[in-house]
């Protein structure tokens, strides 16, 4: 099959929903990262999605709509606090997890009774659903386990050959993953943050738990909230191992490795650096390191290092996504100085 890239115009998007429409999987941009779309009430369309990444049949996918109307047939009830948290967070990085109805194929749903809904805020995206007539499925645009693409590029070079088309909406704003809550249970739970924080979402609903699953590695008994939190993630193909320490000592870490060593640091800190370093945005700012995480990971690759060692960011805000993602690149490695 032939890939097409495309940048996004009203022809375009045009010939996005006609795929889509007729069953068809197309490279979308989002504001937190490139989604592969389907239409998310058809089974077939929707196994087309696992193939082309090769993603376990029990992960489930992100349902994408473009307003509220379009939740309703979708979940059983919508609930108070769903309600609170798309009028302060939507359309943005924010998905929900409610009760779903049988409207909703179980191929969708990795056969749970649940299903993740959110409503994007780029403009392309929303223009895809209104004019494809469904709620769009769309997980994460690379291969399985691979990082996430946050441009057209990176779906292209994951993708080639395996659908249609992509549509070109530019670089993603967000730079991660949705942040995914949980509203199914006693309280309200984070399952994976991203770029709503846990206390943004702290203010709207008073309390929230964290899952146990966003910082540590779950053992091999443990049953998953999230299936995607157990299996390896946004790995690139060099090994990452996280240093957890102050500029000086990790600075002084890894140049004295006898291998070949790059960095994975802060723009701020290369000017120290004597290896090969890929930087990933600035020292104190959690929303520039979330929109260069997947890239510079992607660029790790292209470094002929062994091994590469990634300073560790703070976890607050923002900055717990950003700690989350690196984590499981990492496969969990953490030297702590
Ligand atoms: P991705 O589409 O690649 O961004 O991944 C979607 C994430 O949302 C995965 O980690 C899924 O496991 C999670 N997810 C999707 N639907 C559900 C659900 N119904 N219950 C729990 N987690 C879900
Ligand atoms: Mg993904």
Redesign the pocket.
Known sequence: MKTEVLKASEESIKKAAEIIKSGGVVGVPTE??Y?LGANALSSDAVGKIFEAKG?PKD????VHVSCMEEIIPLVENVPEKAKLLAEKFWPGPL?I?MK?TNLVPSVT??N?D???IRMPSHEVMRKIIKESGCPIA???ANLSGSP?PTNAKYVYDDMNGKIPLIIDGGESNVGL??T?I?LVGEKPRL??PGGVTPEELCEVLGEIEIDKAVKAKLEENQK??????KYKHYAPKIKVVIIKADTEKYIEYISSQNKKVAALCFEDEKEKITVPCVTYGKSFDASSQAKRLFDALRELDKTDAEIAYAHCPSEEGVGLAVYNRLLRSAGFDVIEL
């Open positions: 937190t990262v989604g993603r992960n489930p996918m992100i998905t997890i779903k749903s990795g749970l649940t299903v993740a769309a997980p994460s996430s993953e949705s995914v949980t399952l994976r998953a909230s999230s299936p995607g939190m």
